[in-house]
């Protein structure tokens, strides 16, 4: 998530309580963890980038226990939540969450073995995708994944009505906003060095991509 986007997510109870609950998490956490089986490396420190309400790299965690997790996002309020359920969850390979916004050039870690990032591409600047790229093509050593989960547009695919209509209703909200061509993405990240190795349809009209340092 970049500062300026909508939070998916709702407060999980009244009061001051900063755990908030992201409904998708539920719906797509397994299916993401089955590709990640076959992508991660068996050891080593997963950054992921804009982990927004955290809930998604508590149950990554736990599902890879051999990896340390390393959370992040820009947003106050959803590193709170972050913060929260990491305590909930208790977990040795669970880190505190780093305030990191993917636009910027000053990331405060050097080093990972892995980048994961849900649903920012397309809820967010054009920029943040760049400095994602260009950020994590420096972060990781040569073979090492990029990996990016969220809905694109492909030439050579018919974009389905409900990813036309979601991708509207953000350009409404900013015009910065809204599906990218995965012809775009794949040319920014071979611009700093990365190349996609592989492609995964997912439930709901989304992708799971994957880029290597070659």
Not at 197 to 207: C, D, E, G, S
Request: charge should be negative; aromatic fraction near 6%; proline fraction near 9%.
């Amino acid at each position: 998530m970049t500062q300026d986007a909508p939070a998916p997510w709702t407060p999980q109870g009244d009061g001051p309580d900063p755990r908030r609950h992201a409904p998708a998490t539920l719906r797509n956490r397994d299916a993401i963890a089955t590709v990640l089986r076959d992508e991660l490396p068996d050891a080593g420190l997963v950054l992921e980038v804009a982990s927004g309400s955290g809930e998604h790299v508590v149950h990554f965690a736990v599902t890879f226990p051999a990896l340390d997790w390393q959370p992040s996002d820009p947003d106050l309020a959803a590193l709170a939540s972050i913060a929260a359920l990491r305590g909930d969850a208790n977990l040795p390979n669970l880190r505190t969450p780093l305030l990191i916004d993917a636009a910027g050039a000053d990331w405060p870690i050097d080093a990972a073995d892995a980048l994961l990032c849900i649903n920012m591409v397309h809820i967010s600047p054009w920029g943040a995708t760049l400095g994602l790229l260009a950020r994590g093509a420096q972060l990781l050593a040569l073979g090492a994944p990029l990996i990016l989960y969220g809905p694109y547009v492909e030439d050579d695919v018919p974009t389905a009505p409900s990813n036309l209509a979601f991708d509207r209703s953000l350009k409404d909200r900013n015009p910065q906003w809204g599906l990218r061509t995965l012809t775009d993405v794949d040319r920014a990240a071979a611009d700093v060095g990365l190349e996609r190795t592989r492609r995964v349809a997912m439930p709901a009209n989304n992708l799971m991509l994957v880029y290597r340092r070659g």
